[in-house]
């Protein structure tokens, strides 16, 4: 690949991490799944333990609309997106992302702080970029009362 293609496909692999975290601010689960390979793997670790652990587009979609369910407003902040090519059609790429999700509970709003780094597998099928396999480490989480400061 030229520096030219490598740029090209780069911006093309941002542009899908970025369209991920936009629906899922919009809590469109359903709209994010053509972003994932058929056969996709997502884990997620929240504190360095295993919490979901799923295979496939449905199994998903299934646990990604369970997790938001609860949460009226959600607000993804993609930072660093590093990414490596293997060749042609499959990449790897390091990304954070800070998450935002507001529910409420008794009365009150609260604000549920995520701090995440994704380890992520893309292959490109049919001129597209995918998500094969999604590693999630929620490496710090903070619940608190929205409004209130410690």
Known sequence: MTNIEQLIERQALKDLVDTFSNLADEKNVAAQMPLFTEDAIVNTYIGG????EMAGRAQIEQVF???LAPFHSVYHLN???TVTFQDETNATAINYCQV????KQDDKEM????YVRYND??????????????????MISENRELGVTA
């Open 100 to 103: 935002a999700l507001v529910s």
């Open 121 to 138: 597998t893309y292959t490109k099928q049919g001129g597209k970029w995918l998500i094969a396999k999604r590693i999630a480490n929620f």
């Open 111 to 114: 604000l549920l702080s995520h």
């Open 65 to 67: 609309s369970d997790y």
């Open 79 to 81: 930072g660093q997106h």
């Open 49 to 52: 333990e295993l919490v979901f």
